[in-house]
């Protein structure tokens, strides 16, 4: 469960409250993530947008057969997200998500890298951005 405030250039707040559900398969070699997500976004002057996004991630050591304590590793994803909101209808976007992580420790990852989206896909002209991510994990 989580909760996103965003505070827009134009001085409005939208809302997120979002339900996920993560679970990791351990294979021969390296590791695979899946991330199921379910959001809802309100505002004062749009009407409320609801989203699902499926994700699946690999994780894949570049030194021997895991991913160990002061190693570098390639973690390579793929996001679907469909949104709906009554004024605009249903829409569909795709990230693509290549990063190079480092575990520091056995509480600590560092990973940084791209988020390339391709959003609009179902009905407005297709728009492409590219997000830089810089990712810190802290197990608690």
Do not use: C
């Amino acid at each position: 469960m989580g909760y996103l405030i965003r505070i827009r250039d134009d001085g409005e707040i939208n809302h997120r409250f979002i339900q996920q559900y993560a679970f990791t398969q351990k294979l021969n070699s390296f590791r695979l993530a899946h991330r199921f997500v379910s959001d809802q976004t309100t505002s004062k002057s749009e009407p409320i947008e609801f989203r699902l996004r499926y994700r699946i991630v690999a994780e894949i050591p570049l030194n021997g057969h895991s991913v160990d304590i002061k190693e570098l590793y390639l973690k390579l994803g793929n996001e679907y997200l469909g949104s709906f909101q009554q004024e605009n209808g249903a829409n569909l976007e795709t990230r693509l998500l290549p990063f190079l992580g480092y575990v520091i420790n056995d509480n600590h990852k560092f990973e940084i890298g791209l988020d390339y989206r391709i959003g609009s896909l179902l009905n407005q002209p297709t728009r492409h951005s590219y997000w830089m991510n810089i990712n810190w994990f802290i197990e608690i």
